[in-house]
């Protein structure tokens, strides 16, 4: 063999170990982690409602804005209400609105949050016990995220694995898992986790923070095999040398 | 010696002494019913498969998915092109015409007056009744001279009148001197422009006979091969009579898996492109006429390929060309992977250049639907060569990144079903046409595809091929410097399979991707083996034939005082012996004693007690 052939081949042989290097790298990673098949944004959110049917008068809140504890959200002008206050029986003492004594019943938010729904409008009869609007409580918005896991990775999911959510615009925040649940579908399990973070501001990443949006949420599982410890090593130096 | 007309022509056998004919048997496949079931089984199995990939319920990733259907596209399309072809073959060439011509070939009656009983290269060959001349070439260039000589020496004694002429490309003195020893013509040209073409360019000048026969310097012609192909020439639109290339050295992995790659084209597409009139010129083993040639302007010189283009041009001009599946020489597959590599650079280099130059589809060029097609097939027959690099990169997508080609859904049941509908059934086919289906041929169909990429770059880039070959006096260069692609690949191939049985073993199952890949790997291992091999088997082949030739030479020194062959040209020796026999043959060939510079083989001795040698000697 020539030489220069002898350097081709050499060089020939190095690119296909950087290949193989590479692509090991990425099957490596895709095989700690497995990605959602379905997931979005959800909140805790509680409803607003009076006890007492009547007439919207008043709207103290718009749509989509937040909310301290004791804000006044919307009034309702209430006869039942009055003939009530005029019984002997009263009304009950409720956290959740304030009467006045001409039949004006005022609902309040009872926790901060964002009033992210309002289902009665100004003027208009609603009945009693009927939802009014609904409030997303403060640092309440998780992500629901359902995966399909083959038995092996499912014994690698650990209490608290990192979780990454994909946002639309692919921007990417870190997140925990907070709970699991699982039922087996055709020997695969079929698990849905509820994914927490600090970092879940509702209103956050240009509105993209916030219940029902669509995500990617990529599960983190352990590593194992002969290749993670070769990994963890590589990505710390690639750390210290700044990349 | 008076000969009556009524009595029989000449004693003897007058077709041929092999009866019947052993390579007929090659015809008989082209002809059987079963052929057509199990061709039409097949059809059926490559649609079923390509409607399984093209259904969209199955299709999986794009990436893979892409590649596979590219690959399947050619490979169907050229599957069922080939298949109509062979089809459409089951027709004899040899009509009438053929066997009356071919019955009264010989002029017994000359034969018969000149006691040429025991001489057949010497009888003369009637067509129409009108004697025909035949020069045969034998291009050399700087192949060994043993195997020259072997060529030269079944040339010579081919039944029927002709001319034998060496042109040697490879200006050797040992060839010329060879060329004297045995009685052939020698012819040395001062330059090599145009290659063969151009070597058979120049021999054309010098002689005259009206038909030629081509033979390269290590295709040893049959005794037969004039008295099975001239006859077709009664026929005057006739242009050529192609006749198989079969191969006598299919002793190693390479020579055999270039062999049989082959043997499909050569017993069962070429005859079926007679019926299209596209039978093409494969450049060794075949007779011209040479008014053909001289219509087309010679022999085509612009490519390397010049024999694909030959016959192009002949067909456009309207010429007529024949296949006849009979094998009346036997050659060498190329045994090394340097030759192999060279061979097979330099076919799809051909049939890419038709593409990119004289598309066949084209309306400015003249030939029938039939013809375009055909050229169209063989123009992108090479495509098929390249195929299974694509196939090759669907398993290492699916360990590294879980690309699959079909969707997951697809069970491997119904996989295998339209999988082994085709190439199960093209395996069958295989066996039914062939008798057995040869790994050598997968093997060397696997690891082939760099060739053909090297010529579809080169052909488009329009450039040279140039090898980084060093050291053009050292007579063998190593095979890996034709093969680095081919190493790489392997060595993916071998790291891949690590990955995938890796990952297998961590998820407790096995993956067709896995499988799929280890085949792969071996595959491509085998011919790596064979090509570290090669260099060994190479250097004790090289002893061996030194030794042969040693053995030859010793042979016939001891021989030099028996009998001769005619040095110079078989007739004039003749006629100094017979001088009886002159007036009968008188006028006959213009060429009989052509001086020529060139033809530097002088006749030597004309010696009176000289006796021809028998037919059995001369083998």
Not at chain 1, 105 to 133: D, H, N, Y
Not at chain 2, 127 to 151: A, C, H, M, N
Not at chain 2, 417 to 442: D, K, P, W
Not at chain 2, 449 to 472: D, S
Request: hydrophobic share 45%; glycine share 8%.
């Amino acid at each position: 063999m020539t030489w220069s052939n002898r350097f081709r081949l050499l060089g020939g042989a190095l690119f296909v170990l950087i290949i193989v290097a590479a692509a090991t790298m990425v099957f490596t990673q895709r095989e700690g982690q497995v990605a959602s098949r379905t997931a979005s944004f959800e909140a805790v959110s509680y409803s607003v409602g009076s006890d007492y049917a009547g007439t919207v008068t008043e709207q103290f809140v718009e749509e989509g804005a937040a909310v301290a504890k004791g804000d006044k959200l919307l009034s309702v002008q209430s006869a039942t209400l009055l003939n009530a206050l005029k019984s002997t029986q009263g009304v009950p003492e409720n956290t959740a609105y304030i009467v006045a004594d001409d039949g004006t019943l005022t609902l309040i938010a009872t926790e901060p949050g964002i009033l992210s729904k309002v289902e009665a409008q100004v003027g208009g009869f609603v009945g009693a016990g009927q939802t009014l609007a609904t409030v997303e409580r403060d640092e309440s918005i998780f992500v629901l995220a359902d995966f399909i896991i083959d038995p092996y990775n499912f014994t690698r999911i650990e209490d608290g694995a990192r979780v990454e959510i994909v946002l639309p615009d692919h921007e990417r925040i870190e997140a925990t898992v907070a709970k699991k649940s699982v039922d087996t579908v055709d020997g695969n399990a079929n698990v849905q986790l509820e994914v927490t973070s600090k970092e879940f501001i509702v209103g956050d990443m240009d509105g993209l923070v916030a219940s029902g949006t669509p995500v990617t949420a990529i599960l983190h599982l352990r590593e194992e095999g002969p290749l993670a410890g070769i990994k963890d090593s590589l990505y710390r130096l690639l750390e210290q040398v700044g990349i | 010696m008076a000969f009556n007309r009524t009595q029989r022509p000449y004693r003897g056998p007058r077709r041929t002494e092999r009866e019947p004919l052993p390579n007929r048997v090659e015809n008989t496949a082209v002809h059987s019913p079963t052929l057509v079931l199990f061709v039409l089984m097949a059809t059926i199995g490559v649609l079923g498969y390509t409607w399984f990939l093209l259904n969209p319920d199955n299709r999986g990733d794009w990436l893979p998915y892409a590649l596979v259907i590219t690959a399947e596209f050619v490979l169907v399309t050229q599957a069922l092109v080939s298949m109509w072809t062979i089809l459409s073959g089951g027709r004899d060439p040899r009509d009438f015409s053929f066997h009356h011509a071919q019955e009264r070939l010989f002029d017994g009656e000359s034969v018969d007056e000149h006691n040429l009983e025991d001489h057949p290269q010497y009888w003369p060959m009637m067509l129409e009744e009108q004697p025909v001349g035949v020069d045969v070439f034998i291009t050399v260039y700087g192949e060994p001279v043993e195997k020259i000589r072997k060529t030269v020496v079944a040339a010579l004694a081919m039944r029927g009148e002709h001319t034998t002429w060496i042109l040697d490309d490879g200006r050797s003195d040992v060839v010329r001197d060879l060329a004297e020893e045995v009685g052939a013509r020698y012819v040395r040209r001062l330059s090599s422009n145009g290659a063969k073409a151009g070597n058979i360019n120049h021999a054309l000048t010098l002689s005259n006979g009206e038909y030629f026969a081509i033979f390269d310097a290590d295709f040893v012609p049959e005794p037969e091969f004039l008295y099975e192909t001239v006859p077709f020439f009664v026929d005057e639109k006739l242009a050529f009579v192609q006749t198989p290339q079969a191969y006598g050295n299919m002793h190693n992995l390479i020579s055999r898996g270039a062999g049989f790659m082959q043997s499909v084209f050569y017993r069962f597409i070429q005859p079926g492109r007679n019926r299209f009139n596209a039978a093409f010129c494969v450049g060794t083993n075949v007779i011209f006429r040479r008014t053909a040639i001289n219509d087309v302007g010679g022999m085509s010189t612009d490519s390397k390929s010049e024999d694909v283009w030959t016959s192009l041009r002949l067909h456009q001009a309207g010429w007529k060309s024949v296949y006849i599946a009979v094998t009346l020489a036997t050659g060498d597959a190329p045994e090394t992977i340097e030759d192999y590599t060279k061979q097979q650079l330099r076919w799809a280099s051909g049939g890419f250049e038709i593409l990119m130059q004289s598309n066949p589809l084209s309306p400015r060029v003249r030939l029938t639907a039939d013809q375009r097609l055909q050229y169209f097939v063989t123009a992108t027959h090479y495509l098929v060569g390249i195929t299974p690099l694509l196939l090759l990169m669907v398993p290492p997508l699916e360990i590294y990144f879980d690309l699959r080609p079909v969707n997951l859904t697809v069970t491997w049941l119904t996989w295998a079903l339209f999988y082994l509908g085709f190439y199960g059934l093209q395996i069958l086919l295989a066996f039914n046409t062939m008798g057995s289906f040869r790994l050598e041929t997968l093997v060397m169909a696997t690891v082939s595809f760099p060739i053909y990429i090297r010529a579809f770059i080169n052909v488009f880039a329009g450039r040279e091929q140039k090898w980084h070959v060093t050291g053009g006096s050292a007579k063998r260069s190593s095979p890996f410097n034709f093969i680095i692609p081919q190493v790489l690949v392997f060595l993916f191939l071998v790291l891949t399979s690590i990955v995938g049985v890796y990952k297998d073993y961590m998820h407790q199952t096995l993956t067709l991707a896995t499988g799929w890949n280890l085949t792969n790997t071996i595959v491509m291992g085998v011919f790596i083996i064979a090509a570290l091999r090669e260099p060994r088997a190479m250097r004790l082949a090289a002893s061996r034939n030194e030794a042969d030739a040693r053995d030859a030479e010793e042979e016939r020194e001891a021989s030099s005082g028996r009998a001769r062959l005619n040095p110079y040209f078989g007739r004039a020796e003749y006629l100094t012996v017979r001088p009886d026999a002159e007036p009968a043959l008188a006028g006959r060939r213009a060429d009989a004693d052509i001086p020529t510079a060139t033809a530097t083989a002088t006749a030597t001795a004309t010696d009176p007690t000289l006796t021809y040698p028998t037919r059995r000697s001369l083998k």
